[in-house]
């Protein structure tokens, strides 16, 4: 069974960088599908990030491109969200989901638990 | 990008009573295949949001056949017949005919 898990620390301060693993297990990321972020806000608005494809291309929503970076270990199954200068309003939950799919349709289909973070002095 | 915007349900919903969440997009998500690009999840307390239909009316494996979804390629409904507790969380719908990707607001549904 594919599962993904989220790690990394739970409160940043403004202006740092915040940094997210996601480890998979049950199917390799190099295999096939896209690997991405999404956070949810307090108050349950829903944001794409970006992701990373089995082949390592990577493509960012536009209102983060500058400030995000995606990346990741094949060798350990990972991969990685860093967000850079953060500000209160990066206070979120983050979950890493895998969007599958077939025939021309695409889906999160696994996801993982969330890791919340606060951004706060 | 591709606005979505839900509308909100008359909570809480008797057991047993039927549900509709609504959804509208900015642009039609009706593809030159003839498929409509949309996505419905539920997110329940504590957990992730799951998958329940794609292509606006498809059911995915293992959701019950009291999830419904219907529209035009800018209006979309989920219908919920014979809400249950189990049902009882935030729905979002979803577009995927373009990136970035983009959820509507969310529609809480409480059970009375």
């Known amino acids: 069974e594919v599962q993904l898990q989220e790690s990394g620390p739970g409160l940043v301060k403004p202006s740092q960088s915040l940094s997210l693993t996601c480890s998979v297990t049950g199917y390799s990321i190099t295999s096939s599908y896209r690997w991405n972020w999404i956070r949810k806000f307090p108050g349950n608005k829903l944001e794409w990030m970006g992701y990373i494809n089995s082949a390592g291309s990577t493509n960012y929503n536009p209102s983060l491109k500058s400030r995000i970076s995606i990346t990741r270990d094949t060798s350990k199954n990972q991969f990685f969200l860093q967000v850079n200068s953060v500000t209160t309003e990066d206070t979120a939950t983050y979950y890493c989901a895998r969007e599958g799919g077939s025939r021309g349709t695409y889906y999160f289909d696994y996801w993982g638990q969330g890791v919340m973070v606060t951004v706060s002095s | 990008d591709i606005v979505m915007t839900q509308g909100a349900l008359p909570n809480p919903v008797p057991s047993g009573e039927s549900a509709s969440i609504t959804c509208q997009s900015s642009k039609s998500l009706l593809h030159s295949n003839g498929k409509t690009y949309l996505n419905w999840y539920l997110q329940r307390p504590g957990q992730s949001p799951q998958l329940l239909i794609y292509?606006?009316?498809t059911r995915a494996s293992g959701v019950s056949d009291r999830f419904s979804g219907s529209g035009s390629g800018t209006d979309f409904t989920l219908k919920i017949s014979s809400v249950e507790a189990e049902d009882v969380g935030v729905y979002y719908c979803q577009q995927f005919l373009e990136y970035p990707r983009t959820f509507g607001g969310g529609t809480k549904l409480e059970l009375k």
């Open positions: 292509w606006m009316s």
